[in-house]
């Protein structure tokens, strides 16, 4: 199974950005899905994680309000909303699969495949 992460970019304090996730060489319903994100000189941070049916959520408190996870099964790809982006939302940010555990974690250790990361920077 591969993962391929799309939509960062160049953005100004308070767009919004969507990123994508697509999953490839098996079932997205297989997997709960998790965003983390890498700022520069930072270790990796969970962001936000969907059940496999896309009924559950969990966020870190500080995108309560301002990201939305959300996945299409039928296309295979989970989604980021990400509003009223700040200066301090720019990293690199990275969707996981997790395939064995029963609800979703934060945990990096769960998360078995990962994609390439999408660079997203917001300038003040």
């Known amino acids: 199974v591969q993962l391929q992460a799309s939509g960062g970019g160049l953005v100004q304090a308070g767009s919004s950005l969507k990123l994508s996730c697509v999953i490839s060489?098996?079932?997205?319903?297989?997997?709960?899905m998790g965003w983390f994100r890498q700022a520069p000189g930072k270790e990796r941070e969970f962001i936000a994680t969907?059940?496999?049916?896309?009924?559950?959520?969990y966020y870190v408190d500080f995108v309560k309000g301002r990201f939305t996870v959300s996945r299409d099964n039928s296309k295979n790809t989970v989604y980021l909303q990400m509003n009223t982006l700040e200066p301090e939302d720019t990293a690199v940010y990275y969707c996981?699969?997790?395939?064995?555990?029963?609800?979703?974690?934060?945990?990096?250790?769960?998360?078995?495949?990962w994609g390439q990361g999408t660079q997203v920077t917001v300038s003040s």
């Open positions: 969907i059940s496999r049916s896309g009924g559950s959520t």
């Open positions: 060489g098996d079932f997205i319903t297989k997997y709960l």
């Open positions: 996981a699969a997790d395939r064995f555990s029963r609800t979703g974690s934060t945990s990096q250790s769960e998360y078995r495949t």
